[in-house]
């Protein structure tokens, strides 16, 4: 999970800013956690803790309401609404990692993570997206190869993973659609040498760069056996107090 908030505050300052590159400042002074953390969080707080994922998102909603939400999931959670609303959106997505951490049988790993997804993200490239990421976390954690967990990733979600970053981003735009950022997040994970690797190459797509780094680093994190000190430091350090000690509880149960 700390993989996926590390993502997030490093990617916070490139998102619409169509960074084709991996050479930047790892932690711009600006940088700061952003929806995909709170939300991440959420969704530890209610493995760790019980209740529902709508409630939960609700109350996270508004304690942290100007952490950079979707227009359609702030009206959705300023009004307290129960029903989902279709979406197909990456958020989904990228909020999902603790989930793959925090079961040990890919069957509930999936069956989780359409319950996270669904309150909102209902529609089927919503759930996908969310499932697929929670696997790959899921499969990277029990050790399974890169081309394990590509194979069976194409194979169950039918997502196309054969490119590469140099490949596809020279003609990649910003999409906030799990179809058209969950596999480019997780090629950008695949052709990755160690965490921040992986981190630098999903940013430099130019796309919506915190999610895509959220999502490539919560793999990131359970592939490479953790988050290096200098980038886990100043990462907690960018949380409140609250979001830190969800954050470490559940890390000290289930890892990650």
């Known amino acids: 999970m700390l993989g996926a908030i590390a993502g997030d505050v490093i990617g916070s300052v490139h998102e619409k800013a169509n ?51 979707g ?40 069956r989780e993570a359409e319950r996270s997804a669904a309150v909102t993200h209902n529609h089927p490239d919503g759930v996908k997206g969310a499932q697929a990421v929670a696997a790959a976390v899921f499969l990277a954690r029990t050790g399974h190869s890169k081309e394990h967990i590509r194979a069976d990733i194409q194979s169950v979600f039918g997502y196309d993973l054969s490119g590469t970053v140099a490949a596809i981003r020279p003609t990649y735009k910003f999409d906030v659609s799990c179809a058209g950022s969950v596999p480019q997040s997780l090629v950008a994970f695949f052709d990755s040498a160690n965490y921040e690797d992986a981190v630098r190459l999903a940013i430099s797509f130019g796309g919506d760069a915190d999610t895509m780094a959220c999502i490539a680093g919560a793999v990131a994190e359970a592939f490479y056996g953790g ?24 890390r000290a149960r289930f890892g990650g």
Do not use: C
Request: charged fraction near 20%.
């Open 19 to 69: 960074t084709k590159t991996t050479h930047f400042d790892l932690f711009h002074p600006k940088a700061r956690f952003t929806d995909d953390t709170v939300l991440t969080v959420a969704v530890a707080d209610v493995i760790l803790n019980g209740g529902d994922y709508t409630s939960a998102f609700h109350d996270y909603f508004h304690r942290y309401p100007a952490a950079g939400y």
């Open 71 to 110: 227009g359609t999931f702030v009206k959705w959670a300023s009004e307290r609404q129960r029903s989902p609303y279709g979406s197909w959106a990456n958020g989904s997505a990228m909020r999902v990692a603790p989930v793959g951490w925090a079961f040990d049988a890919l069957p509930d790993v999936l």
């Open 227 to 250: 988050v290096p000190a200098a980038i886990a430091q100043p990462t907690l350090a960018r949380l409140d107090d609250p979001l830190r000690q969800v954050v470490t509880d559940f």
